[in-house]
């Protein structure tokens, strides 16, 4: 087939928010004035303009990038290198608006296929260059920041040219994307077909496929569709030493699955340029409801046991009781009514959501609607259900407008076993509470969930005070400690980045680790690809 490309191509986020700007606004009253009850509301201070770091390559080593993808594809210009210095977790927001741009890349390359990959990657190794692939720019694990120690500079690998349906398969129901493509792209170019991917993380608008991929991503409605990475047949890699092919069967016994390498491995053994995914019919029908539980605890007991039914619909998320009392759930109505009135009655919000064609939903929602009214859920309609999908994409805008009045915000995850939820729950609130302080809020929500267990999505928000890092650094470190005294996972689908790298030990062992290194050797030899990344 003929390779179909977007027809529009999106705007990019500005370097210091997240988002379209047009889509940005103010803090919205009911917000002040529930934040406003707590923490000192303030505007924050006029950013002073600040100057870009110089490019460090030098002019001949810039000459050899320019010789492989051409002259306008090699950029130095400041504003865009500024674009690609770090992601969007709140401390890398904090940082670009004090004005810290020490992480930024000294060049843009934008190369137009595998083969111009492939060759970047080569040159990168004679020349000892570090590259770091880049999609959507919505890291928020520092996975965008290289260590540029013993290379004599860092490349910024943006693969927006490289943004095109290259297969489909509607017999195997398979497609092979390129990375570039962002979520609704890529969602786009499919329901051409009549066809989707149904990947929906919060990240969805400006995320990649080849982002997805590459850190392990898991959508909203994980649930009815399933992680990213389980959607994924096969893959085509560029490595410094060769390209990697990946993926010739649905299912094998070709020793261990090669893929799950190059899955999560966040650009530190390769940069991923072909992903073929399972594909599926768009949806007829979408339905969404509310369903109210007294407890926390209730709610996830009855999660659990749809999972360990087989009866799990498409989308499924519980609020924890803070988190349904300012309705966290609606972005666009916090402090309001609490979910159609769970609040009030101090419960908890489950979102639930089915898709598929009119009798499957059907079906469905019978079956999990007995479930859950049998375990003592109580149906609110479709007035939650259908706020949440309404602006399920919001939450990063709220929490700008909130950082422009002096309250940080930042979110966290982690995931363990069902026997092992509430223990996690309790030490990671505990935690962030106590380096926060008591004034501090801190919500949570199960945005995941399996048969042997859950996603807990931790939300804080406290005073920025003078120097928000400072704030927010400590507790992140003493949830990630207790994460680790848990015995859960470091990550669910952040990532490792290097944020997390410090944690990584005590999850796959010393020997775990190793792999990971030997493996490292063996695809990046001269160590330039995303280097300080992922591996401890």
């Known amino acids: 087939m003929t390779i179909e490309r977007p027809s529009v191509l999106q705007p990019e986020m500005p370097p210091t928010r997240w988002g379209d700007p047009a889509h940005a606004t103010g803090l919205p009253d009911g917000v002040r004035d529930l934040v406003g009850l707590v923490f000192p509301i303030q505007d924050t201070p006029a950013r002073a303009e600040v100057t870009v770091p110089a490019p460090r390559l030098t002019d001949d080593r810039v000459a050899g990038l320019r010789a492989i993808v051409g002259d306008d594809n090699v950029v130095l210009d400041d504003d865009l290198r500024r674009r690609r210095t770090r992601g969007k977790s709140t401390p890398d927001l904090l940082r670009q608006r004090t004005g810290d741009l020490g992480d930024t890349p000294d060049v843009v390359v934008r190369p137009a296929d595998h083969d111009e990959v492939v060759a970047v990657l080569g040159y990168a190794q004679e020349q000892r260059i570090a590259v770091v692939p880049f999609g959507g720019g919505t890291a928020v694990t520092g996975g965008l920041v290289a260590d540029p120690a013993g290379l004599t500079g860092v490349l910024s690998l943006d693969l927006g040219r490289m943004r095109g349906l290259l297969a489909l398969d509607p017999v195997s129901s398979t497609a092979t994307l390129e990375p570039g493509l962002r979520g ?43 992680r990213f990475d389980s959607m994924v047949v096969a893959l085509r890699v560029a490595t410094p030493v060769g390209e990697v092919r990946l993926g010739a069967s649905p299912a094998n016994a070709s020793g261990p699955d090669l893929r799950e390498l190059f899955l999560g491995s966040e650009g530190a053994f390769g940069v991923i340029t072909e992903v073929t995914v399972r594909v599926r019919p768009l949806p007829e029908v979408k339905e969404y409801e509310g369903w109210r539980w007294p407890t926390f605890d209730a709610g996830a007991d009855a999660m659990r046991a749809l999972a360990q039914s087989d009866l799990l619909p498409t989308v499924i998320r519980l609020s924890d009781e803070n988190e349904t009392a300012i309705n966290l759930a609606d972005p666009a109505s916090v402090g309001g009514t609490g979910g159609a009135g769970a609040a009030s009655s101090g419960g908890c919000l489950m979102i639930v959501g089915y898709e598929g064609t009119p009798a499957a939903v059907a079906a469905k929602k019978a079956a999990v609607t007995e479930a859950l009214t049998a375990l003592g859920g109580t149906a609110q309609g479709p007035g939650p259900g259908e706020a949440w999908a309404h602006g399920r994409f919001n939450a990063p805008y709220l929490r700008d407008s909130l950082l ?3 309250v940080l915000v930042e979110t966290l995850e982690t995931v363990t076993f069902w026997s092992n939820r509430d223990n996690l729950y309790t030490r990671v609130r505990a935690a962030l509470q106590e380096t926060l302080g008591e004034g501090a809020m801190v919500l949570c929500h199960i945005s995941h969930v399996y048969a042997t267990g859950c996603s807990l999505y931790f939300t804080v928000a406290a005073p920025g005070g003078a120097d928000p890092l400072a704030t927010w650094l400590p507790a992140k470190a003493a949830a990630c400690e207790a994460i680790v005294a848990a015995g859960a996972s470091i990550t669910h689908h952040h990532a490792v980045g290097t944020d997390h790298k410090p944690y990584l030990t005590a999850e796959i062992g010393e020997v775990g680790v190793e792999v990971l290194r030997a493996v490292k050797r063996a695809v990046d030899p001269a160590g330039i690809l995303n280097p300080g990344v992922l591996i401890p």
């Not at 170019?189 to 149904?198: D, N, R, S, W, Y």
């Not at 608008?205 to 909203?220: D, K, L, N, V």
Request: net charge negative.
């Open 184 to 226: 609704p792209e890529a969602e786009a170019l499919l329901a051409a077909h009549g066809l989707m991917l149904g990947h929906f993380p919060q990240s969805f608008e400006y995320a990649t496929i080849g982002g997805f991929a590459a850190t392990r991503s898991s959508g909203q409605s994980s649930a009815g569709y399933g």
């Open 404 to 406: 422009d009045n002096g």
